[in-house]
């Protein structure tokens, strides 16, 4: 049996597509908001400095996740390129 491994983008991943899917499905989200929230809901161990990094990597490649250019982010109403659900 083999063991899987996550990379901290991959768990920033899921976490900002469950954020995108509950109170913030239709909206998008910056990555102030995003990197803050994915804190407050990973465990205490993880570093701001590791979310950034991945949530720099997530935002140049959203897959399945949607991308905005210019918000407005639905959490902080500021004009700053987010992320969003991506509509079927």
């Keep these: ?10 768990f920033v ?5 469950r954020l995108l899917r509950g109170k913030y499905r239709g909206g ?7 990197v803050g929230m994915t804190l407050e809901r990973l465990h205490i161990g993880w570093r701001k400095s590791e979310i950034e990094h991945a949530m720099e990597k ?14 407005p982010c639905a959490r902080c109403k500021r004009p700053n390129p987010c992320i969003g ?3 079927a």
Excluded at 28 to 34: A, T
């Design 13 to 17: 991943r899921r976490t900002v597509g």
């Design 28 to 34: 998008g989200l910056c990555s102030w908001c995003l």
């Design 1 to 10: 049996m083999t063991a899987v491994t996550y990379t901290t983008e991959d």
């Design 85 to 87: 659900e991506r509509q």
């Design 58 to 71: 997530v935002f140049n490649a959203p897959g399945a996740l949607g991308s905005t250019p210019s918000g």
